[in-house]
């Protein structure tokens, strides 16, 4: 199988792996305190400690066997300090695209239409050696065991009961109301003013919540939305720059050309060219 080239971004920076499919199991304790995003799919499965775990607009309060599902493309991030045991598995559409149709893979990739799941003991008797033989299949460059187990994995948490959005004073409801209402408005949201008026805060309670559990202002936060959303469709669509910078929000075109290459290294067109 000749492999495919995934890039992630994270801190600024675009990361290349010269890999289709990803494994690793390692005692962590998090230091993922940046908001990032990649464009492979994700699966976090914890073994041991606990993690709140910011998935696009929502934390969620993970303990051990519980299991999160990132789908590519998300805005997520952990919380530095908290972490254990964990399992994390990464591929992207290339590596299912070689083995099944277009509709069967849209089937599969259901799974990660739920963001938390947590396995009943009998389903984690299945689930861990599913991961232990992808990782064999893994060290061996056994393709086709690694296609087999992964689809095994993703059927298999496709039936698992699923964690519901959960809060607590660490993180305040709020956050989820900010980071959601930002996530559907980002191309019409003008200033930190249109946040606070659509819903009725003001608007310096919102920077203290941003500086306080993402360690970044909330004006970097919507860019960071606003850049995801260009990249999509710089990948996705044949609309030219400005197009593009306009119907994500960018004031000029020249100003997103610049924040642009500032996240990814490279403008917006060589971005296209080598990555669509």
Known sequence: MKNELINTVNASKVYIFDRNIYFEKRSSVSNMTELHYHHHYEIYYLLSGQQNYFIEDSYYAMKKGDCALIPKGTIHKTTNGMGGLRILLNFNDKFLNQYLSHRAVKMLLKTFET???????????????????????????????????????????????????????????????????????????????????????????????????????????????????????????????????????FDTTTYFCYVFKKEFGISPLKYRNLFK
């Open 115 to 249: 963001r938390i799941v947590r396995p009943t003991a009998e389903k984690a008797k299945v689930l861990i050696p599913y991961f232990e033989k992808i990782n064999e299949a893994s060290n061996n460059q056994d393709n086709d065991g690694l296609f087999l187990y992964l689809l095994k994995l993703l059927v298999t948490l496709q039936d698992c009961p699923t964690v519901e959005y959960k809060s607590d004073q660490a993180h305040p409801p709020l956050i989820h109301k900010i980071t959601e209402y930002t996530q559907k408005n980002y191309d019409k949201i003008t200033n930190l003013d249109d946040v606070a008026n659509a819903l009725y805060v003001s608007k310096y309670h919102i920077c203290h919540l941003f500086t306080k559990h993402f360690d970044l202002p909330f004006n970097k936060y919507l860019t960071k939305v606003r850049l995801k959303n260009a990249e999509e469709k710089l990948l996705t669509t044949n609309l030219n720059v400005s197009e593009i910078a306009e119907s994500c929000g």
